[in-house]
T-cell receptor
């Protein structure tokens, strides 16, 4: 089956701008999670959406937001970009079942550079 | 403070060598997962361990879950350049299946 698709793969923005990233999960998966990855902080959880509802949220400021559509596709938005927002943003798809072995399937990520 | 501590942080070895990387915690986990992330890609799941003391083998990779379910190790035999990547452990703490906890990873470079 098709994997997780993230767009765009690379983008460059300037401070103060906003950005929207898109994620299409694996067909049949209802959960989409977003992560920020930087060399010093590792994978930082942003939020999880399940059936169009935010089910879990990490410790990021309100500038980071997301949503999920009825077809399970998800978008995340970052407003008023800061230099520190430069990172690889990863989307992960899963069935969303609350088992203790839930596997995540990741996309290739969107590399954001803020100048 | 990281709930899951991975060591070493960086490892550079020659092709053919053996290595072990560790994932440790003071908390009990109901399961631990190991992922490998290659440059420019997202992490890919290698294995999930669930039972304390469990050992799983994936070709030259051997994964072990500690008896107390607080730690795990990954041993690679006869490493190859294709093993190069970031190895991440992640787990669900016992009693909380809602949040996956991540380690910072071990960056492995296998030189030909």
């Amino acid at each position: 089956k098709a994997g997780v698709t993230q767009t765009p793969r690379y983008l460059i923005k300037t401070r103060g701008q906003q950005v929207t990233l898109s994620c299409s999960p694996i067909s049949g998966h209802r959960s989409v999670s977003w992560y920020q990855q930087t060399p010093g902080q590792g994978l930082q959880f942003l939020f999880e959406y399940f059936s169009e509802t935010q089910r879990n949220k990490g410790n990021f400021p309100g500038r980071f937001s997301g949503r999920q559509f009825s077809n399970s596709r998800s978008e995340m938005n970052v407003s008023t970009l800061e230099l520190g927002d430069s990172a690889l943003y990863l989307c992960a798809s899963s069935s969303g079942d609350r088992t203790n072995t839930g596997e995540l399937f990741f996309g290739e990520g969107s590399r954001l550079t803020v100048l | 403070t990281q709930l899951l501590e991975q060591s070493p942080q960086f490892l550079s070895i020659q092709e053919g060598e053996n290595l072990t990387v560790y994932c440790n915690s003071s908390s009990v986990f109901s399961s631990l997962q190991w992922y490998r992330q290659e440059p420019g890609e997202g992490p890919v799941l290698l294995v999930t361990v669930v039972t304390g003391g469990e050992v799983k083998k994936l070709k030259r990779l051997t994964f072990q879950f500690g008896d107390a379910r607080k730690d795990s190790s990954l041993h690679i035999t006869a490493a190859q350049p294709g093993d190069t990547g970031l190895y991440l452990c992640a787990g669900y703490r016992a009693g909380n299946n809602r949040k996956l906890i991540w380690g910072l990873g071990t960056s492995l470079a296998v030189n030909p």
